[in-house]
């Protein structure tokens, strides 16, 4: 019973995080969780290690699977700028520019209902303790209570200046509420009264009640931390701060500085847990936006410079557990749905769920089954598909050969290029060469004997961008580059290999896109830029003549059957025929740089560094 009891935790574990991880797929199309989701399941899940056998015509990732679930859940799409969000056990109330709050569904992220009402942007929001009302401060100068069980105003409380930027309310259900105006008022919710006024010497930009004791709280004002009490007496010195959050039991509380991070216990000032700015590389009184306690006091959240950093405060060393960004959008508030749940939103009017977690290593980069991990970051890889292997370089100079059907290590070499960047590699006649761009120079290198092969001195010392060997080891290529954006001139270079001659230059002309690689075909290369639309390519095949520019090229990639289309701007494999989604990447993923077919894997290379090899064989129609 006891083991059985285990087995069904283990299922319904990974259940919730597949769905949960998979939300917007699965509910586009429900047949998606066995070609999109179930596929991915980390090689540690319960998931992964007993339905594979059970799943016929999906794809098989070969390389790439994630070790352990991943960070976010799902994301929700408003239509409207978002700047805050308050959190209570399956609600959540998203506030913005547009003066309207959106209610939402913390487990479907299905929009309730809309609380309509404001004139102005929502600059704050509350929940009270049991959830039955929210309050409300905005750019219109007043504050509002709502009734949540019928969405209507209750009150609305009028009398600051300014724009409102924070709201607290009391256990004994006072209201706090600070403002540009340089004022707190402390209002009675019942009769709608203001009782007390405190004037401050500028923004009053957060004010905190103890979610346990009625006569204090907290404000933050021109980077002070004050202490007061319900009749606006100062109860204690100030002292340095931009955000302030109680812990749910009101024992502890938590403040950001320019200089650090600390949790104290309210009683007695002690501090409990110490987290250097260093550790975030930020300012964080010019980038600190906010910061929170998980509904169990063990974590403590902070959004700084737009990146939500997590941390386990429960030993005497804060432990970092998670650090989530938005990929679209700069992140503006944050707050806990549960233990382990964080919710984001960001200026794109996108709300982002995350899942908290142990930390570990870069899921997509790490190899379990191989007999040689992956430590470091993929500086290259390429796919030779006639040779039937994959081979990378790596930040620490190592050059490793892939089996494309296993996905296993064929063989490592150790080369002195580490943290030079750009760089490639390619199989030639038996031998592992490797190429980089460093300081004017191009260096040719036998990876396997671990000997120089050729130098290639006088190149323009122009900013490399790009760096590529025709596949038949003729040439080598170079993608150049000045200016700044928007404005950014390009061209590229073409060497002997074999003399270090020039054998051709071609002006790009100037782009407002960021540059982005080339792909090499014998003797074409092409120029992707970023986003991507089509790609340029010239042939640079007979030496001594100026480069023929080439027909453009469409970022869909057909598998060499000529039945499924890949679309590298979007991630998905199409049906060619009926233009139907066959496969959707999993977002985790980000979208693709280079991709690759052979007869039945797909190889893909990501902006940031990552690998991935998908076996199609039992999909793909012969």
């Not at 959540?92 to 009402?117: E, H, M, W």
């Not at 009391?170 to 209201?175: D, Q, R, W």
């Not at 319900?230 to 024992?251: E, K, L, M």
């Not at 100037?510 to 340029?536: C, E, F, K």
Request: contains cysteine; charged residues 15%.
């Amino acid at each position: 019973m006891l083991i059985q009891a285990g087995v069904l935790c283990k299922w319904t574990n990974d259940t919730q995080r597949l769905l949960l991880e998979h939300f917007d797929t699965i509910n586009n199309s429900p047949s998606c969780i066995y070609h999109n989701a179930l596929p991915f399941s980390p090689s540690s899940s319960w998931l992964h290690k007993h339905y594979p056998a059970e799943l016929l015509q999906v794809v098989k990732v070969v390389k790439g699977l994630p070790a352990e679930w991943g960070k976010c859940s799902h994301k929700v799409l408003l239509n409207h700028m978002e700047q805050n969000l308050s959190c209570w056990n399956n609600t959540i109330a998203v506030g913005g520019y547009s003066g309207v709050i959106t209610i939402l569904d913390v487990i479907t992220g299905n929009q309730v209902t809309v609380l309509s009402g404001h004139t102005g942007m929502v600059q704050t929001l509350t929940f009270a303790p049991d959830g039955k009302s929210l309050i409300s401060g905005s750019n219109d100068k007043t504050v509002k209570l709502w009734d949540m069980q019928t969405g209507g105003i209750v009150k609305t409380f009028s009398g600051h200046t300014s724009a409102v930027l924070s709201v607290s309310l009391s256990p004994s259900s006072t209201i706090a509420s600070g403002s540009e105006d340089m004022s707190i008022h402390l209002w009675d919710s019942q009769t709608g009264e203001c009782h007390c006024v405190i004037e401050q010497q500028g923004f009053v930009t957060h004010v905190c009640f103890s979610p346990t004791n009625p006569q204090h709280f907290l404000s933050v004002c021109d980077d002070k931390v004050w202490q007061w009490d319900i009749n606006g007496h100062q109860v204690g010195p100030t002292s340095n701060g931009s955000h302030i959050a109680f812990s749910p039991d009101g024992t502890q509380f938590v403040v950001c500085t320019g200089t650090a991070v600390t949790v104290q216990n309210f009683n007695s000032g002690v501090t409990v847990a110490y987290i250097p700015t260093v550790w975030m590389n930020l300012d964080m009184d010019k980038n600190t936006r906010y910061c929170c306690f998980s509904p169990d006091g063990r974590l403590v959240a902070v959004l700084a410079g737009g990146t939500s950093y997590v941390w386990d405060i429960t030993s005497s060393e804060p432990c970092l557990i998670g650090r989530f960004s938005q990929i679209t959008s700069k992140t503006t508030s944050l707050a806990f749905s549960s233990p382990s749940s964080l919710i984001s939103v960001s200026y794109s009017g996108s709300v982002q769920f995350w899942q908290i977690g142990t930390p570990s290593t870069n899921p997509v980069m790490t190899d379990l089954e191989s007999t040689y991990p992956i430590l470091f970051q993929i500086r290259s890889a390429t796919m030779q598909a006639r040779d039937g292997i994959i081979i990378t370089s790596d930040s620490n100079g190592m050059v490793k050969t892939w089996d494309i059907p296993t996905g296993l290590c064929k063989a490592f070499f150790q080369t002195p290029v580490k943290d030079i960047f750009p760089r490639d590699v390619q199989l030639i006649d038996g031998r592992v060469i490797l190429s980089w761009y460093a300081d004017g120079k191009i260096n040719i290198w036998d990876a396997m004997k671990g000997e120089p092969l050729l130098t290639i001195d006088g190149v323009e010392s122009q900013h490399c961008q790009n760096f590529k060997i025709s596949e038949d080891g003729s040439r080598v290529f170079s993608l150049m580059s000045e200016g700044s954006y928007p404005r950014i001139k390009m061209w590229i270079h073409a060497w002997s290999i074999q003399t270090g001659e020039p054998m051709g230059r071609v002006d790009c002309g100037s782009t407002m896109s960021i540059p982005g690689y080339l792909t090499v075909d014998s003797s074409q290369v092409w120029l992707w830029t970023h986003p991507i639309i089509n790609a340029r390519g010239w042939d640079f095949g007979i030496s001594g003549l100026s480069p023929i520019e080439l027909p453009s090229r469409s970022p869909e990639m057909l598998h060499p059957s000529g039945v499924v289309l890949w679309n590298t701007d979007l991630s998905q494999l199409k049906d060619k025929a009926t233009g139907g989604v066959v496969f959707q990447l999993p977002e985790r993923y980000g979208k693709p740089w280079e991709v690759q077919w052979n007869d039945q894997c797909l190889f893909v290379h990501f902006e940031y560094i990552k690998v991935l090899i998908l076996d199609f064989s039992h999909m793909l129609l012969k």
